[in-house]
């Protein structure tokens, strides 16, 4: 069993920044690609950021220069700093994690629980 947990939601004022982390855990062989996705009220779930396993990231077009994804891969953990935040940015985020369980060595994508993210002033 894999759980993944989610924090550092919020509300936060247009130009404000907020970290957020997700942690894996359980029966983890081993991690490959973790993102993070966003979803709007009305609006598609959408890729925001990914990075592999080695560190090599990738970005939707509009959060370019103002979000980072990291990962820290002894501690299964991938964060999202968000900088620069704007009222667009608001929605609850996700952390997708691919992971191969160490039991049944099968290679599932699992979902955080989500998180919200509110910016306004």
């Known amino acids: 069993q894999v759980q993944l947990v989610e924090s550092g939601g919020g509300l936060v004022q247009p130009g404000g920044s907020l970290r957020l982390s997700c942690a894996a855990s359980g029966s983890i062989s081993s991690i490959s690609t973790m993102a993070w996705y966003r979803q709007a009220p009305g609006k598609q779930r959408e890729l925001v950021a990914r990075?592999?396993?080695?560190?090599?990231?990738d970005y939707t077009d509009s959060v370019k220069g103002r979000f980072t994804i990291s990962r820290d891969n002894a501690k299964n953990t991938v964060d999202l700093q968000m900088n620069s935040l704007k009222p667009e940015d608001t929605a609850v985020y996700y952390c997708r994690v691919i992971i191969r369980d160490a039991r049944t060595l099968s290679t599932v994508a699992y979902w955080g629980q989500g998180t919200q993210v509110t910016v306004s002033s």
């Open positions: 990075i592999t396993r080695i560190g090599a990231t």
